[in-house]
């Protein structure tokens, strides 16, 4: 059973079970309305005689009419987009199809991961050396930067050892 609050309109699904039929005292969660809620009673629908009901009429919605040529037709195509359609038994196609096996495909791929990994240590480097240059100006200008900085350079040293033992391990 669904029950509505008179004050805010709020509505509440109820068992059916939880209200008799001398009432129940409910109170809104919303709003804190106290009333007596009584049994909801069923309204009784009338039963149309189905020979006698009007039918609804449908609506016949009319086409748009298209102006000019088909938007996939060939002289559409042709003079929109400068596709031409050729027939797939035609001559043409075959001879086109037999030039381009024998072309070489020639792509470059390029160094691929290889490249951004150069890249990146390049750039890194650039950095470091930046930042290893300008360390005295950067401590006067920002103070507390210092402490940062050093920390980033004795990670570097540390970094350097441990890549000179693993080299010099094997």
Not at 47 to 63: D, E, G, L, Q, Y
Not at 106 to 120: C, E, K, M, P, R
Request: glycine share 4%; proline share 4%; with cysteine.
């Amino acid at each position: 059973m669904i029950i509505q609050c008179k004050s805010c309109q709020k509505k509440f699904v109820v068992p059916d079970n939880a209200v008799t039929a001398k009432g129940r005292l409910v109170q809104c969660s919303s709003c804190g309305n106290k009333w007596t809620q009584y049994p909801i009673k069923q309204k009784t629908q009338k039963i149309v005689n189905v020979k006698n009901a009007p039918k609804p009429s449908k609506k016949k919605t009319k086409r748009k009419k298209t102006s000019g040529i088909d938007v996939y037709s060939e002289e559409y195509l042709q003079k929109k987009h400068g596709i031409k359609i050729i027939d797939p038994s035609s001559s043409d196609i075959k001879t086109k199809k037999n030039s381009q096996s024998k072309t070489k495909k020639t792509d470059n791929a390029g160094y691929g991961f290889f490249n951004y990994l150069i890249t990146f240590s390049v750039l890194s480097i650039f950095f470091v050396g930046i930042l290893s240059f300008e360390k005295s100006r950067l401590s006067r200008k920002f103070p507390f930067l210092e402490p940062y900085i050093e920390n980033f350079f004795e990670t570097l040293s540390n970094f350097k050892i441990i890549f000179i033992d693993f080299i010099t391990s094997y």
